[in-house]
């Protein structure tokens, strides 16, 4: 999983993708006009905001396999046999805004058991 960090220098906050390093100059700007907006649109303040976008992009970070997993482990919690998680999983991955490839049970089935 990708993991972001925010910090603030003076009245500003930046925040950089911590993966590889690699936080632009553009993907700063894409973010503080994403902090900008927020603060327009929303009651929150810039350090909020940042630790809003921080969860959600840390949401979307997640990869395929760390998303199944994560959800197999919930929906086994609520008592869900694998038969019944499989298909689940299976619709909402096809709900995701960048579509992974179509996977079958057993490549599903594979990945939590990876």
Known sequence: MR?????????????????????????????????????????????QAAKVVAEVLGAFGETTEEFIR????????????????????AIELSTWRVRPPVLSQRQIRRAVYR
Do not use: C
């Open 70 to 89: 994560r959800r197999h482990r919930e929906l086994h919690g609520d008592g869900l046999r694998n038969e019944q998680i499989y298909p689940r999983i």
């Open 3 to 47: 993991h972001f960090s925010a910090y603030s220098t003076r009245n500003r906050v930046e925040f950089l993708p911590m993966a590889d390093n690699s936080g632009t100059m553009a993907s700063i700007e894409l973010f503080d006009e994403l902090l900008d907006r927020l603060q327009r649109t929303t009651d929150l303040g810039r350090g």
